[in-house]
């Protein structure tokens, strides 16, 4: 990293798995049914620079995480969850979680 972005190291893991598989197939073989789980770390420590500056030393996130198949459309095209669901749909209304 160049000297004068503030960060003196950063490094992260990022693993998935499934965990389920539902039944039911879909067209050529596919599954339609998927359930998987993650995990996610990153670190990151400071220079000297932003450690002056009251930002600390560096900071770590951790974070177990499930996700599942992404929706598809008649053409075969992933489309996500669908219209209002998911937390992002509620999110966007202002309504919180839902």
Known sequence: LPPQ????NAKGIWKMKRVWVGEGEGEAGECEN????????F?????????????GSGSMCRFAFWGVRAMKDNTGKE??????KGIGAGMRKGL???
């Open 96 to 98: 919180g979680w839902g």
């Open 5 to 8: 972005c503030g960060v003196k």
């Open 43 to 55: 670190s990151v420590s400071y220079d000297p620079m932003y450690r002056k500056a009251g930002h």
């Open 34 to 41: 998927e359930l998987f789980e993650g995990y996610f770390s």
């Open 79 to 84: 489309i996500g969850l669908g219209p209002g």
